[in-house]
Every structure is written in structure tokens, then in C-alpha cells.
């Protein structure tokens, strides 16, 4: 590992994205065999197995929670949102780095992507599934939920327009339909690829029915590549949409640490952040695990380090901001909420998301660190702990020191906030496993494209 | 039922009650159709359907039957209350009963006897249900005003922990044999003169039942009667005994007053006419126009009080040193001998001759209040300084007493314990009260009881006194009785009864009667017996009108004159302890203060929900009593509150437990920092720690009472205080007392006011883009005046009652659920040791740019046509976040399910005209919609517009101060329009552009200029 980080950093080269060595017919094999032939990990089998009593804690949580209601949870007045809104905010940022993979950056023609698009991909989808459950549980009556869709009502009633909560209806329901999309029509090749390779009947008819009959004639091709351009045109303002509606359910708000117009930026940058210290903390085990190195090289590590590296600066300044207009503002309520945050009795959890965010990760601009996983590992978990963090700072302290010290109240998670938050991390990680067990994790095609291209230069 | 032939109108529902003792399950079903055909329940149905029966006389058989079918029907539904007995005429005060419109209610004048007095009321009834309490205008005592504790006692009325049977000896039985087994006692009695028979009661206010109980004296000359209540104006009688040789009762002036000194005096809370005293007081402080002048009060107390707290100077002194103030006044004032200012400090030296000054300057514009749990001496010592500064007669009248029989009320209790030591006692009747819980420590009643052979105790729950008498006897609560009371100066009222029964109790009326002999005489008839004797003119006509008015004309007591004795006789006159000078201090001795607690006062109300869960008034905290001390001691001791992590600060503050040791008891008991406190002295609150209250007030706070002796009821030295090392959690609902430099509540002098009246006012700028709304027809608003509010807590729980909001318990408290939409802050200023303070009512602001409606995306939040921000409950989803953007924090959210659907007794109680809430919906203060559109309908059938005052919030009727106004904003005329031009006027954060329909008119106070803080 030493040699090569030196031998990169001698020559200055960039490191390949795709090893030398491998041929059309090694790669096609190599990612395949971990679907159709290769025995599956015993690790696997643990992963999966862990996750799933996490299933089962998310599934036992949410009957009790739709039995009793969400006062089984923390929140009160004044803190009427928690862990279900951090959590929100969290699990859909997490989800923004798949659709820039596949979208801006296929845009932008960065081959390097091709390797870790399929399943940062698949990571959005499920990270927006875990997103998802939360608003609707955290209703007071989540048998309703649908109240918030336009629907054809008899009663001719229609939701509020003007609220930020039916906006992000909007938008995470689009968000979700266009990833699964984008999603599924950039599998059809290799759906197809596995029904060819699959020697049992079943995985043969399941791949070949999700195929939808692609032969990858030419016309095929030309209608995927349209396809898969216009659906990413679709997804690109999604990247930035996306968070920016959801920035506005606080931003629309009246309360101090929410009515800001540095969010909306801020927040974009701060999805993408987390969602590339996700895509490395997937990536870095799974390219150990499935022996993937050849794939996703240092060149694809060092790249995301890089991302992130500009993207939580794009947060520091945000967080600076922060800090700055609540004083620029004059607003007492605006400068005590500042202050609140850095003394007040949620200040270690501040002071941790600084040093998560924004003072950690500075250790990224050497290369030495981009270009070693674990250390990338290390910085990616501190980033998800910090931007959990921050979303917490955000909600919860905000919510606790508002206008009137009258009301004044503090918050925390009961024991049921941390089975659904743990809950929906378990259920992300099975869906993971199931993932990477059923379905190619790299796009094999594509890798296929980028070696040909390699091999031209 | 030896009696029965001679009354006529007997209860033969014992008799039918009696019949089915024995039967249970099928058998009863099967009983009572065999009863049907009895002579029993002939008779009983007779009573039942008085003129049902005439009009049947001559019917056919198909009717017949289809009439028994109805009956028993009928007789099978539980819970299902009627009005009175349809053959004792009660009369409504509004509306006569002459064609029943259905949904629309009607209300009943009686009053509910509490601390001293009465209160009238009107009572709104909802087919037969009482359902909220309102103030009676023309009762003296109510002036339309009531108390939390007269708009919680409806509650009480729907308890089902209210006991329900007869007991004895802890199995059920009924009253006949009860009655049976009391005839059988007094038998024995009569032989002897009733040298064995003890009657304990209450404070009896009643004139029917104080005549009652003279006439049981007579007939047995040496039975006795015994009179104990742990809160009682003791001091006060044995004051005014002192300084004028006879027991009175001194009336206030308020209007009339410019200087008052209260001296350890909470009048506004306290005592009979709290609510008079408190319209008056606050009417003689109300400057309107930017014009207008101000009453001044001075307050000297030891535990911060709401009468403290809207004084315009407040010393704090530790009980013995507010005996030694007042000593030192009397003497300065030529009122008393032997005091001395140089026993006081010198910063109290300075504050005494400064209020000297001010009262002697206004000679009889002046008043001097001692409060009825201060020293007799002090009381002493304030009617000979009223009658120095030529108050007496001006300000202060005297009358005779409201109680009707004014005796030492301990020294009453401990004569009875002699006695039953002595085993003279062989019959004890204890009419209502709970001595074995509440009796002084040193008064070993709860020991001496089981000596008596025969006791019997009427109470409304099967408390601790009922679980150690013979007999429990279920008491009818005043809403289901027939009697009678006194205000507090004098002015009799008829108590009428709301309902029947729920739980066929009896009254005190009943059991004495039954002890004259006349068992099965109804209270109806007994009250209505003595009236008949003290009326003139037509009795009917008196009747009707007495029951109608909710007063009696011309019961008032005139006024009498009485001299005050040599001053410098009283401390001659008292036994050592009164007069003492203090002792010299030691550091870690303290001295104890008792008070009944603000919400579950003596621990009567322990079982009330509302109550326990009402925040006390300065301390803010629910379901508890805590040891108040001041911060200075505190620290001393070495006390301090810990915000728990979840809920913290409002919900859940986790504070030390103390070991209190005094008069040789130790107890347990959890510490609150009460600014404002005296140092050196600990406030205990007693009325917590009940064993057998019920569901809601079993294992609730501490009880006190083991260290509260006979000697000491009120205050006493001695008292040491160290740190258990335990904690405990209390659930409050504000900690925050500070308000952050953010103007919430806007205060000024009369100084500062005279010279810029428009201190408060905003700059307003109402600039937009939009349009704004336009309110054709109505705009509700309201304006609460700052100024005028004690923080009494009556509007919460009149808001309580009016829109049936639940009662969600400690534990949720302390999360920080409290459901109240209307909630009183309370601010201080200044120093910890001697704040400013301030309350401020916080209802829902029902803003014209509501922040709550542009983020509820399913629109269950909207605006009026007359500016009302609604909540339509069906359509909430309950996302929270119109309470999230509410900068005012108003919006209560249903976490769980709150509200009680199962409890039948407490489904009668809701109000029918507001929907009862269910889990995860979102509410908030409506501005008592319902009652707006009650007066709309009304008005819209006269084809007028609704009249300014037509409709009155249920806060705004509560109110003893008339602090809250509410009307019609369109309308120029109206009350609130003008208040809204007042200059005084503000709005709640209006920099918010939110444009708030409530706003306030800023606190103004009046400083003695010669006390501004140097």
C-alpha cells in the first residue's frame, strides 16, 4: 500500500480507475461471480443477520409507536420535532451523493464514476426509503398521511400549498420515483448480462423478466443511452432541489437558527457531504470484502476524498455564516440563539460537529490521507456523525430557545428515538446486503465502456 | 326508617335499595321486576315522575306497561343524573325552564362555600348536566369572578373516586341501616342528655346547619359540638377578640384606600372576599387614557404570595421579624407599646418609617391588613393602627362573624381528644373535614378515634378519617344539595342543587337531622324550613326570588362598632410565645412557615386533576408541594436544581431532597428556590402526601402535617434543614424566570408613566405587499391588562373547564405536555432576593399574519372571517409544525391519548358545545369560538349585531380583576377597542410582523419615590 501511495505520489500520475490487467470477459466474470457463483461471504451472512435483528427492533418500534402515539418518543413543546426530522434531513442528505454520481457527474463525463455509480445509487434509493418512513410516523395521525397529496377528495379539500411540508412531498416522492428510475434502467444491461450467465432456472427467469428482453442491439443501446440522459437531465436539478426543499421546512419557519437564507446552499453541500463520507464507508468494505480494489481504486477514494473535501467547505462557510449574520442581524433572539449553541447546554454537541465537520476532515488535503482507506473510513464515520449531529443542532436547540424564555424546554431521544433511528440504519444495511448479494454492484457495462476507453488512450 | 309515617315525603329509595341488598347479577334483573309490582316501588316511582303519574291516573294498560318498560329502562342507566326533584322547585337565572329547548343551557344560582366564605355562582347546566361554573354578578363575594377552586370543584362533582356507598366497617351497606344504627345510638343517647354524642364538623358557615346543630344541643344538653379545619381564621378571631373584646369580622374598602399595608396578608387569595377585595384593589389601580391615579400597596411576608406580588414595594421578612414590623409600626404610629424599630434591621428600619409617612400622610384613606395566618398579636396590633389612623369606619368596617359559631378551633379539637381520652365519648359524628389527616401533630386524634364506639364520617371520598370510623357515609357534593351559606359579609344564599345525587350522598343537613330525630327529612325541606322562619312577606315569593337572585336581600351584616382596647395591652394578654421578642438567630436554625398549598389548598382537592395539575402561582410547579427557601439560604444549605435532560427546564427539574427536622419529626421533602423568600426561614406547604385521596392524589408530594403542632399551626423557630442526598424530580412549567432583556412584559412607575403614558407602545408599521384581510362583520380581539393580573390561575382553569382540556399527569408534565391553552407567565426583575414580578396571562394570539397557518399543509389551521386563527381538529395530521412556528408557544399537541373517553362520570362533565380531542391532533385557545357563535345565533335571530360584552371568554369571566377584555374590535365603542387605543397598549413580539389580536396594556406600578432604590 505504502509503495503504491509513493509510487503515485513520485510520478504524480493519476492513479487508474480501472487496474491494468483486466479484460471485457474478466470484468464481466469478476462482477458477476459475486451474484451467480461465488459462495457468499460468511461475513455476508453476519452483516445481513445484524441488520435484520435491527429490522426486527424498526418493526417492533413502529407498532408501538402506531399503538400508543408519538409521545412514547421525546419531543414536547416547545421541541416538537426530534429524531424524526433529523433523521429525515440526515437520511435524504445521505442520499444526494448517488444522484450527483450518476447524474452531475455523467453530465460532466467523469469516467472515474462508472465503478461506484450502481451502488451509490442503490444507496440513495434506500437512504430515501429510510427517509420516508419518517415523516409519516412522525405524524400524530399517520393514518392520514395521504392527506398531504392532491388528491381528487370529495370533500374538495386540498393540502396547503403555501406549507414547506407539502413541498417536500413533492419533492421527495419525485426524488424517489426519478433515482429508482435512473436507477433500474442503468441495471437493464446487466440484468440481462446475469440472465445470460445464470445456469439455475429461477435466477434466470427473475433476471431475464427484470431484463424486459434487452439484446443489446443497437437500437437498444441508442434508446438506453437517450434514456439514461434525459432521466440524468432529470436528476440534476434534483441534486440541488431536493435538499433545498427540505432546507425550507426551517428556513419558512419563523424560529431563530431556522429563518436563514444561507440554507438552501448550505444544506445542498452539506447533503452531498454526507452523502460521499456514505458512499466511502460502503465503499471501503465492500471493495475489502468482495476483493474490488481493481475497480474502485485509490483514484476513486482520493476523488471522493476530494469532494468531500470542497463540499465541507462549502459547509464551513455556511456554519460561518451562520454565525456571522445572527450577529449582522441585530435580532436578540438570532445572537442568543448563537450563543445558546456554543454555551448552552447542547454546546458539546455543537463543539463536536465543528470538530466532525469541519475540523477533522481538513486533514484531507493531504494526499497521503485521501489515498488510504482507512483513514478515509475514519474521517467518512466522523462526517456521518457530524452531520447527524448538526441536523440535531439545527432542529432541536433551535426549537428549545425561541422567543419567549416562558417556554423555554429541552429535549432528548427516548429510548424508542433510538430504536427508530437505529432501526432504519439496520434496515439500510440489509437492504444493502441484499443488494450487493442479488445485484451487480458495479455496473458491468460501463466497466466494460471504461476499459475500452482505457485501452484507446 | 322508624320515622317513615311521619314524614311524608320519606326516601322509600333506601327502602327499595334495601330490598335489593342481597341480590346481585341476575337476580337483581329478576328483583327488580318483582319490585315493580310492590308497594315500594309504586312509591317510588310516584316520587320519580311526580306529574308523569298525574297525567297517567287514568290510562290504559298498553300505556301502562309501555310506562313501567320505560322506568326500568331508565332506573337501569347509571350515571345518568337528572335535574333536582321534580317537586323541588329550583329556578334558573336566565332563562325560565318553560319549554325546554335542547343545547341550550341554563344556568342555576348557588354558591360553593370555600376558605372562610361563599362564592355565588351560576352554574351552567346542559340537559340536567352542571357543566361549567361561572361567577354570580350580584353575590357579593363573586361580583361574576370565581377562584380556581370553585371552577375545578366541578370536577370533584364527576370524581369517580367519590365515595359512593355507606361503609361500615369497610363493607358496604346502605344508608337505611345506617339510620337504623344511629336511631338505635341516640336512643341510648337521650337517656344520658347526650353526654356521650360528639359532633366534629367544619367551619360551619351555614345559618340552616348552625340552627341544626343548636337545636341537637338543646335536646341533648351535654352533647357537644367541636369545630376543626386545618385552615381556619383562628388568628383573625382571636385577633380581633383581642383588640376589641368580642369576636368580628373587619370588611374592606379597597376603593377607598390609597395607601394598604399588608401585613403577612395575602388578600388577594385568601380569605373570604378575596375575590371583592381583588376587583376592588385592581379598579383602584387602573390608569386608562394616559391618565389616572394609583393605589399604593406595601407588602411585608415571608413566602412570596400573588398579593406580594403585584405590590408596589414588598419586604421579606421571616415571620418572627414581621411580628417585631409590626410591633415597631403600632409604636411608631401611636397604636402600641413595646415595639421598637431598632429591632429590625436597617434597611427594614428605613422601609417602616417610610411607610409610616405614607399612611400617616393619608389618614383614613389608609388600610392595614394582617393576614389570617399571621400572629393574633399582629392582628391585634393592625386594628388598633386602623383605628390610629382614623381608618376604622372608612376604609375598614367591622361585622359580626361569617362563621357562625367562632371558637379556637384547635383548642376545639384538642378538647375532644381529652374527652375521648377520658372515655366520655361514646358517639362521634364527624361532618365532613379529614382530621386524621389534617389534625396537629400533637393532637393525637388519629389515636384516640378508635376509642370512640360509635363514628360515623360524612365525607365526599372514603379518606383516611372514613377508612379508621365506623361509618362512612358518601357526602353529597354542594352541587347536589340543598343549603345554605354566607358570604363574607354576611349575605346569605340558597345552595341549590345542580343534580341529583351521582352517588347518593347525603348532606350534613340529613345526618343532623337524623339526629333530631327526623331522619328522612330531606335537606330541601329542612333548608327551606328555616328560611320559612326568617323570612317576612310571602315565603314562595322570597323562595323563588332567593333562589333565582343567588342572594338573599338584606342578609348582609350591618355593620358594627367596636373600640379597640388599650393597645398596650395586648401582649399582657397573650401567652409568652406570641409576644416574644425573637430569639437571637442561629445560623442553622430556621424558622418554618405552613401554608395550605395554592391548588390543592388543605388537601381537600388532592384528588382533583386540574388542581394538581394547575402551576402553582409563583412557583410554577404541578402535582408536588416543595420546601420554598430563599436563594440565599439555599445556597447556604447548600441547594440547587438540576434541569433534567429530557423535558428539561419547563417539564422536569430534578432538585435536592431535604431532611426537615422540627418539633422532634423528621421529613423528607423535596426544595424549590423561591426568590423573593425570606432568608432564614423555610415556607412548608401542607395539603400533599394523602394516602387515600383516590387514583389521581394518592402517593403525590409530602405530607407535612406530622410537624405541624397545635402550638405552632402557622410558624414556629426551630426548624433545621440539611441535604439527604437524595433527589427528586418536579414537574413544572416554567423555569425560566428571566426574561432575557426581550420586552414580554412592559412595565413603568406612575412617575414614568404620567410623564411618557405611550412607554410601551410600539412603532407600527404595517407595511406589506399583500392585502390585507378584511373583517366586514366582526373582529375579535382582546386585551389583557398586565397591570391588573395576580396570577390567580382562575382563567386556566375556567379555560380548562369551558374546553374540555385533559388532564395529562406528572410524568407527562414533566416532558413538557402540559395541555393548558392558557398559561400564566410569570416574569421577575431585579435582584434574586427581591425581584419585581410580573404575570402574564398567555393565551393563542390569533395573530393576522399567523405564522401557524402558512405551514400546516393540510390547511387544519385557518383564518376567520373574524380573525380567529381556528383549528379544525378532524383535518390535523399532527406535523407539529404550526406549533414549532408559533413564536408564542400557545399550541398544546395530543402526544398521546390525553383526553378520558372510558370514564362514564367524566364524560358528563365535557362541555357538549367543544370537541373532545384525540391523540395526535394539535389545539389551541379558540377564543371560546363556541361561544361566540352562541351569541351570534342569538343575535342573528333578534336581526342585530352581537353586543359589546354579550360574549365573554371563559378566562375573561373568571377573572377577579377584570384583566381580560375581549369583544369586537370593529366596533369603536366597544371595550376592547378602546383599550386597544389605550396608550398603554402592546403587542406580544410584534416585530415578528405576526400582528397578534391579543395584545396587553403594560404593568404599571406606583413606588413610594422616597424607597427608589439607592
Known amino acids: ?457 | 326508617m322508624a320515622d317513615d309515617k311521619s314524614h311524608r315525603n320519606a326516601p322509600s329509595l333506601d327502602a327499595v335499595r334495601h330490598k335489593l341488598d342481597g341480590l346481585s347479577g341476575e337476580r337483581y334483573w329478576r328483583g327488580l321486576e318483582e319490585l315493580a309490582e310492590s308497594d315500594v316501588f309504586d312509591q317510588l316511582l310516584r316520587e320519580e315522575f311526580p306529574q308523569g303519574i298525574g297525567a297517567y291516573t287514568d290510562i290504559g294498560r298498553r300505556d301502562f306497561i309501555k310506562f313501567i318498560g320505560a322506568s326500568l329502562a331508565l332506573a337501569g342507566l347509571s350515571g345518568c343524573g337528572r335535574a333536582a326533584p321534580a317537586d323541588e322547585k329550583i329556578v334558573p337565572y336566565v332563562t325560565q325552564p318553560e319549554g325546554w329547548v335542547p343545547a341550550k343551557p341554563q344556568f342555576y344560582a348557588t354558591a360553593f362555600t370555600h376558605d372562610g366564605a361563599a362564592m355565588g355562582l351560576l352554574v351552567r347546566s346542559h340537559e340536567g348536566r352542571p357543566v361549567k361554573i361561572e361567577g354570580n354578578p350580584a353575590h357579593p363575594d363573586s361580583l361574576g369572578a370565581t377562584d380556581a377552586f370553585a371552577q375545578a370543584s366541578i370536577l370533584t362533582l364527576y370524581d369517580p373516586d367519590r365515595s359512593q356507598v355507606v361503609t361500615s366497617g369497610g363493607a358496604i351497606t346502605t344508608w337505611n341501616a345506617f339510620m337504623i344504627a344511629l336511631e338505635g345510638e341516640m336512643e341510648g343517647q337521650r337517656l344520658n342528655g347526650g353526654g356521650g354524642l360528639r359532633i366534629l364538623t367544619e367551619d360551619v358557615i351555614s345559618p340552616t346547619l348552625a340552627d341544626q346543630l343548636r337545636a341537637v344541643l338543646a335536646r341533648f344538653p351535654r352533647a357537644k359540638w367541636h369545630q376543626y379545619e386545618p385552615v381556619a381564621r383562628g388568628n383573625a378571631l382571636a385577633g380581633a377578640r383581642l383588640a376589641f373584646g368580642e369576636y368580628a369580622d373587619a370588611q374592606y374598602r379597597f376603593a377607598d384606600a390609597d395607601v394598604v399595608l399588608a401585613l403577612d396578608a395575602d388578600f388577594l387569595s385568601c380569605g373570604g372576599g378575596r375575590l371583592r377585595w381583588a376587583r376592588d384593589f385592581a379598579a383602584r389601580r387602573r390608569v386608562r387614557g394616559g391618565k389616572g391615579d394609583m393605589s399604593r400597596l406595601y407588602t411585608v411576608e415571608a413566602t412570596p404570595t400573588t398579593t406580594g406580588s403585584v405590590s408596589d414595594h414588598r419586604l421579606a421578612l421571616p415571620p418572627s421579624e414581621i411580628v417585631a414590623f409590626a410591633r415597631a409600626l403600632a409604636a411608631r404610629l401611636g397604636a402600641g407599646s413595646g415595639g421598637d424599630a431598632k429591632a429590625l434591621s436597617p434597611a427594614s428600619g428605613q422601609w417602616l418609617e417610610a411607610v409610616a409617612r405614607d399612611l400617616e400622610s393619608h389618614r383614613g384613606r389608609s388600610l392595614v391588613i394582617p393576614g389570617d395566618y399571621t400572629p393574633v398579636l399582629v392582628h391585634a396590633l393592625a386594628h388598633a393602627m386602623n383605628q390610629a389612623l382614623g381608618n376604622a369606619g372608612k376604609t375598614v368596617s367591622y361585622t359580626q362573624t361569617v362563621t357562625a359559631e367562632p371558637v379556637d378551633r384547635i383548642a376545639s379539637l384538642r378538647e375532644l381528644v381529652k374527652d375521648i381520652d377520658a372515655g366520655q365519648v361514646a358517639a362521634l359524628i364527624i361532618l365532613g373535614g379529614n382530621p386524621v389527616f389534617d389534625a396537629p401533630a400533637d393532637i393525637p386524634f388519629e389515636r384516640s378515634l378508635p376509642r370512640v364506639a360509635f363514628t360515623a364520617h360524612l365525607s365526599l371520598y372514603e379518606d383516611e378519617t372514613s377508612a379508621r370510623c365506623r361509618w362512612h357515609l358518601p357526602q353529597a357534593h354542594y352541587l347536589e344539595s340543598w343549603s345554605d351559606t354566607r358570604a363574607s359579609d354576611g349575605t346569605a344564599t340558597i345552595v341549590q342543587p345542580l343534580i341529583t345525587p351521582l352517588y347518593g350522598g347525603k348532606t350534613a343537613h340529613e345526618i343532623v337531622a337524623a339526629l333530631l330525630g327526623q331522619s328522612g327529612r330531606s335537606a330541601y325541606e329542612i333548608v327551606r324550613d328555616y328560611w320559612r322562619r326568617q323570612s317576612r312577606g310571602d315565603f314562595e315569593t322570597f323562595w323563588r326570588k332567593s333562589l333565582h337572585d343567588g342572594v338573599i336581600e338584606g342578609t348582609a351584616f350591618p355593620a358594627k362598632t367596636v373600640n379597640v382596647k388599650s393597645a398596650a395591652s395586648f401582649e399582657s394578654q397573650l401567652p409568652g410565645s406570641a409576644a416574644k421578642n425573637p430569639e437571637p438567630k442561629n445560623k442553622d436554625v430556621l424558622e418554618v412557615i405552613f401554608r395550605p398549598d395554592p391548588t390543592v389548598f388543605d388537601g381537600r382537592f388532592a384528588n382533583n386533576g386540574w388542581l394538581q395539575e394547575l402551576p402553582k402561582p409563583l412557583t410554577k410547579l404541578t402535582w408536588d408541594n416543595a420546601v420554598l427557601v430563599s436563594p440565599k439560604t439555599a445556597e447556604r444549605l447548600g441547594f440547587a436544581p438540576d434541569i433534567g435532560a429530557t423535558g428539561g427546564e419547563r417539564g422536569r427539574v430534578i432538585v435536592d431532597i431535604a431532611e426537615l427536622t422540627y418539633a422532634g419529626v423528621q421529613i423528607r421533602a423535596p426544595v424549590w428556590i423561591a426568590p423573593g423568600h425570606a432568608d432564614g426561614a423555610a415556607t412548608v406547604l401542607f395539603g400533599y402526601g394523602r394516602t387515600r385521596a383516590g387514583r389521581v392524589g394518592n402517593e403525590t408530594g409530602f405530607n407535612v402535617y406530622p410537624m405541624r403542632t397545635s402550638g405552632a399551626p402557622w410558624q414556629g423557630t426551630g426548624l433545621t434543614m440539611r441535604k439527604s442526598g437524595r433527589k427528586y424530580t418536579l414537574a413544572g412549567v416554567q423555569y425560566h424566570h428571566n426574561m432575557e432583556g426581550r420586552d414580554l412584559v412592559r412595565s413603568a412607575t406612575l412617575d414614568e408613566f404620567r410623564k411618557r403614558p405611550d412607554f410601551a407602545r410600539d412603532k407600527e408599521s404595517n407595511e406589506t405587499l399583500y392585502p390585507g384581510f378584511k373583517y366586514e362583520a366582526y373582529a375579535w380581539g382582546m386585551a389583557i391588562d398586565t397591570s391588573a393580573c395576580i396570577g390567580c390561575n382562575a382563567c386556566v382553569v375556567a379555560c380548562q373547564s369551558e374546553n374540555n382540556i385533559p388532564v395529562v399527569g406528572k410524568t407527562e408534565v414533566t416532558r413538557g405536555r402540559e395541555m393548558h391553552w392558557l398559561r400564566i407567565d410569570r416574569y421577575y426583575k431585579g435582584t434574586l432576593d427581591e425581584p419585581e414580578t410580573f404575570h402574564q396571562p398567555v393565551p393563542c394570539m390569533h395573530c393576522e399574519n399567523a405564522p401557524c397557518e402558512i405551514v400546516c399543509p393540510v390547511g387544519a389551521t385557518t383564518h376567520s372571517q373574524e380573525g380567529l386563527n381556528e383549528m379544525t381538529y378532524n383535518r390535523c395530521v399532527g406535523t407539529r409544525y404550526c406549533s414549532n412556528n408559533c413564536p408564542y408557544k400557545v399550541r398544546r399537541f395530543n402526544f398521546l391519548q390525553y383526553s378520558d373517553f372510558e370514564t362514564p362520570s367524566l364524560r358528563l362533565r365535557n362541555n357538549p358545545n367543544v370537541t373532545v380531542r384525540s391523540r395526535g391532533v394539535m389545539e389551541k385557545c379558540t377564543y371560546c369560538v363556541q361561544r361566540i357563535n352562541a351569541a351570534r345565533i342569538d343575535a342573528e335571530k333578534d336581526e342585530r349585531r352581537v353586543r359589546d360584552g354579550e360574549v365573554k371568554t371563559a378566562c375573561q369571566a373568571a377573572c377577579p380583576t377584570e384583566a381580560i377584555v375581549f369583544g369586537d374590535i370593529n366596533d369603536r365603542e366597544s371595550a376592547v377597542a378602546k383599550l386597544k387605543a389605550d396608550p398603554l397598549n402592546y403587542g406580544l413580539l410584534t416585530d415578528l410582523n405576526t400582528r397578534p389580536r391579543t395584545t396587553y396594556l403594560a404593568a404599571v406600578r406606583n413606588p413610594n419615590p422616597e424607597l427608589k432604590k439607592t
Open chain 1, 1 to 457: 500500500m505504502a509503495d503504491e501511495v509513493d509510487k503515485i505520489l513520485a510520478s504524480e500520475e493519476i492513479a487508474p480507475v480501472i487496474e491494468p490487467g483486466h479484460t471485457y470477459a474478466s470484468i464481466t466474470d469478476k462482477i458477476s461471480a459475486i451474484v451467480l457463483t461465488r459462495p457468499t461471504p460468511m461475513l455476508w451472512y453476519v452483516g445481513f443477520g445484524i441488520s435484520f435483528v435491527f429490522v426486527l427492533i424498526l418493526l417492533f418500534a413502529v407498532s408501538y409507536l402506531l399503538t400508543k402515539g408519538v409521545g412514547i418518543w421525546g419531543i414536547n413543546i416547545p421541541v416538537a420535532w426530534g429524531f424524526a426530522i433529523v433523521n429525515f434531513v440526515w437520511w435524504i442528505g445521505i442520499g444526494h451523493a448517488g444522484t450527483l454520481i450518476s447524474a452531475i457527474l455523467l453530465l460532466l463525463r467523469q469516467k472515474w464514476r462508472n465503478s461506484i455509480n450502481r451502488f451509490a445509487e442503490a444507496m440513495t434509493i434506500f437512504a430515501v426509503m429510510c427517509a420516508g418512513l419518517f415523516p409519516l410516523l412522525h405524524l400524530g395521525r399517520p393514518w392520514y398521511f395521504y392527506w398531504l397529496f392532491p388528491y381528487p377528495s370529495t370533500m374538495d379539500i386540498q393540502p396547503q400549498f403555501r406549507s414547506p411540508l407539502v413541498w417536500d412531498v413533492f419533492a421527495v416522492s419525485t426524488y424517489f420515483t426519478v433515482s429508482l428510475l435512473f436507477w433500474y434502467v442503468g441495471l437493464i444491461p446487466d440484468l440481462a448480462t446475469l440472465r445470460d450467465r445464470a445456469r439455475k432456472r429461477f435466477p434466470r427467469f427473475a433476471y431475464g423478466m427484470l431484463a424486459m428482453g434487452w439484446r443489446g442491439s443497437a437500437v437498444h443501446w441508442h434508446r438506453y443511452e437517450t434514456a439514461s440522459l434525459l432521466l440524468a437531465g432529470l436528476a440534476t436539478p434534483l441534486v440541488v432541489s431536493v435538499h433545498t426543499v427540505v432546507s425550507f421546512d426551517f428556513t419558512i419557519g419563523l424560529v431563530p437558527g431556522w429563518h436563514s437564507t444561507i440554507f438552501p446552499p448550505y444544506f445542498v453541500a452539506g447533503a452531498i457531504y454526507s452523502g460521499f463520507a456514505m458512499v466511502l464507508t460502503l465503499a471501503i468494505p465492500l471493495r475489502k470484502m468482495y476483493g474490488l480494489e481493481d475497480f474502485i481504486t485509490l483514484r476513486h477514494l482520493k476523488n471522493m476524498g476530494e469532494v468531500m473535501l470542497a463540499t465541507g467547505l462549502i459547509v464551513a462557510y455556511g456554519y460561518m455564516m451562520e454565525g456571522f449574520v445572527s450577529w449582522y442581524s441585530g435580532s436578540p433572539f438570532e445572537r442568543y440563539l448563537m450563543f445558546y449553541r456554543m454555551h448552552g447546554a447542547y454546546r458539546y454537541m455543537f463543539w463536536a460537529l465543528l470538530l466532525f465537520n469541519i475540523v477533522i476532515p481538513q486533514a484531507l488535503w493531504i494526499l497521503r490521507v485521501r489515498t488510504s482507506p482507512l483513514a478515509l473510513f475514519i474521517i467518512a464515520i466522523c462526517v456521518n456523525v457530524g452531520m447527524w449531529l448538526e441536523r440535531y443542532v439545527i432542529v432541536v436547540v433551535s426549537l428549545s430557545r425561541d422567543f419567549m424564555p416562558s417556554a423555554w424546554g429541552m429535549y432528548s431521544g427516548t429510548i424508542w428515538d433510538y430504536a427508530v433511528f437505529a432501526g432504519t440504519i439496520g434496515l439500510f444495511l440489509a437492504l444493502m446486503f441484499v443488494f450487493v448479494r442479488l445485484l451487480p454492484m458495479i455496473s458491468i457495462f460501463e466497466m466494460r465502456g471504461l476499459l475500452h476507453e482505457e485501452s484507446e488512450k
